[in-house]
């Protein structure tokens, strides 16, 4: 008798330390986030009206402060995909906000922590392959011809798929990778044969006449993402889902003060308001993703892939955040 209440002493206190144990766990698995400050990409070009409109009416921090939260957000002008997802990933940046396809796969194919968040904008029309040459009609005249753009990005796609139309490769041009800013001054100055656009850059090719060899218009699907860390996902979804709500009511100022953001975009890249009027037509910035996102994501790593841009082949359905 005196054993076993000696044996059901012991094991009370056991469960009572095992109780406090398991008490103490709790505390720190539900800390509370200590999160003081947010920073962003900010990324203005080709036409990242999203981005424009957040920054000048100052929408993020306006939903931090009306929810409570004393957070200050930083932005960071980096331009290179490449240097935005380094930059996530060594902590000096906490969201993507606008980083091309290519560069997330290219960051998750290495073994990076990014994930996507949602969609910045889709705007195939955008991209453009432009000449001086107006005999150049086709992917066939295209073969030996001096190209300019930048390689592993939405433009390379364009270059790629419109090649295939004709059973071309890029061995059968003289691929020269380039800036979208080199490329359209190498075309003005007529050392290049055809080059690879986008947004203003694009615009200013068609203002001065240049032959529009292609869009991508089903070519490439040029989509942006926002993309985050899991971690900074998992660690701060309170403050994740209020970045969301934010995005939600800058499209909502989109649709609702169009004049007004035709102005605020004019005048930030330096444009006239019909200019940017004509190119805003071109995109998609709405921020759900859908199916046809997912399968761009896919198409767009199975182009790494076969370009040899990633070693391996690549399910992008991982990358999305659950």
Do not use: W
Request: aromatic share 8%; hydrophobic share 40%; with cysteine.
């Amino acid at each position: 008798m005196k054993l076993n209440k000696l044996i059901k002493g012991k094991l009370s206190l056991l469960l009572a330390t095992g109780v406090l144990m398991i008490s103490m766990v709790g505390c720190t698995t539900t800390k509370e986030s200590t999160l003081d400050k947010l920073v962003i990409t900010h990324v203005t070009s080709p036409l990242n009206v999203p981005s424009i409109i957040q920054k000048n009416k100052n929408i993020f921090a306006d939903e931090f402060s009306g929810n409570g939260k004393d957070i200050a957000i930083e932005y960071a002008e980096i331009t290179s995909g490449a240097d935005q997802t380094q930059a996530l990933a060594s902590g000096d940046v906490d969201i993507l906000y606008a980083v091309g396809g290519t560069s997330v796969i290219l960051a998750a194919a290495n073994d990076a922590d990014i994930k996507i968040l949602n969609m910045y904008s889709r705007s195939p029309e955008a991209f453009c392959m432009y000449s001086i040459d107006e005999t150049i009609k086709s992917a066939q005249d295209l073969k030996g011809k001096t190209i300019a753009g930048p390689v592993g990005t939405n433009l390379h796609q364009l270059l790629v798929a419109y090649l295939e139309k004709a059973e071309m490769t890029i061995d059968d041009v003289n691929y020269v990778n380039m800036s979208i800013a080199d490329a359209k001054a190498a075309l003005d100055g007529e050392s290049v044969d055809v080059v690879l656009l986008a947004g203003p850059t694009a615009y200013k090719a068609k203002q001065q006449g240049y032959n529009l060899v292609t869009n991508g218009k089903g070519l490439t699907d040029a989509v942006i993402a926002v993309a985050i860390r899991e971690d900074f996902y998992n660690n701060h979804k309170e403050e994740v889902e209020l970045f969301v709500k934010a995005q939600e009511n800058i499209i909502k100022y989109m649709n609702e003060n169009y004049d007004k953001t035709m102005e605020i975009v004019a005048e930030e890249l330096d444009l006239d308001k019909s200019a940017v009027e004509e190119m805003y037509k071109q995109y998609d910035f709405s921020i759900e993703t859908t199916d046809e996102d997912r399968k761009a994501f896919q198409n767009i790593a199975d182009f790494m892939f076969k370009t040899g841009m990633i070693e391996e082949e690549f399910k992008t359905e991982e990358l999305f955040i659950k």
